[in-house]
């Protein structure tokens, strides 16, 4: 049977007070009782336009994660060409 782990995150939160945006969240995990030994999120903001807008999105992504036995994984992601969408609904009777 399955065993249910609940992992706790410690991290940091980067905020440009002036412009009121969010520049980095950094979660780390704590240690888990499992393969892997530690996980690390990092995931940066940046302005980006959007029809008119300037909306602070996510730019990119590393997590990183260190298993027991000492081998390394490291997997990045860069977003871009934003599209804004948009949708409508109404509840029928």
Do not use: C, W
């Amino acid at each position: 049977m399955p065993k249910a782990i609940v992992d706790a995150y410690r991290g940091f939160l980067y905020i440009d007070t002036e412009a009121a945006a969010i520049l980095r969240l950094t979660l780390v995990a704590r240690p888990l009782p499992v393969p892997v030994r530690k996980g690390t999120l990092t995931l940066d903001y940046a302005d980006a336009a959007l029809r008119g807008g300037v909306f602070n999105l996510p730019l990119s992504f590393t997590v990183t994660v260190q298993l027991q036995r000492g081998a390394k994984i490291r997997n990045e992601a860069v977003f871009h060409h934003y599209q804004r969408s948009s949708a409508s609904s109404r509840v029928l009777p």
